[in-house]
Nanobody
Framework: QVQLQESGPGLVKPSQTLSLTCTVSGGSITTNAYYWSWIRQPPGKGMEWIGRINYNGTPYYNPTLKSRTSISRDTSKNQFTLQLSSVTPEDTAVYYC???????????????????WGQGTQVTVSS
């Protein structure tokens, strides 16, 4: 079965760039019609959809984070990557990667709306 695993630094300093990788196993990120997303949950707050990259490699970002977000992929490693620049303590959150057949939009933040969901990784922004 398809499994997703997030990886990356657990601690990032303010103003730096947060970089996380999602490794997909058991399936290909180039599978037709599949969309791969990043979602986060700050402590004590609700889920926030960050953005996605589709099977063709086309990204789409939450307008509220668009200026700081970049999502790319490495098809040779079957991975997709999130970069969030100029981070502040407000970017502290558990970050999840997820996948589903069909487009995702900023309101889709529940694991129930996805076919595949990673276990999440804690990222803390602090000096």
């Amino acid at each position: 079965q398809v499994q997703l695993q997030e990886s990356g630094p657990g601690l990032v300093k303010p103003s730096q760039t947060l970089s996380l990788t999602c490794t997909v196993s058991g399936g290909s990120i180039t599978t037709n019609a599949y969309y791969w997303s990043w979602i986060r949950q700050p402590p004590g707050k609700g889920m926030e959809w960050i953005g996605r990259i589709n099977y063709n490699g086309t990204p789409y970002y939450n307008p509220t984070l668009k200026s700081r977000t970049s999502i790319s992929r490495d098809t040779s490693k079957n991975q997709f990557t999130l970069q969030l620049s100029s981070v502040t303590p407000e970017d502290t959150a558990v970050y999840y990667c997820a996948g589903r057949k069909g487009p995702t939009i900023p309101t889709m933040t529940s694991p129930k709306e996805y076919d595949y969901w990673g276990q999440g990784t804690q990222v803390t922004v602090s000096s």
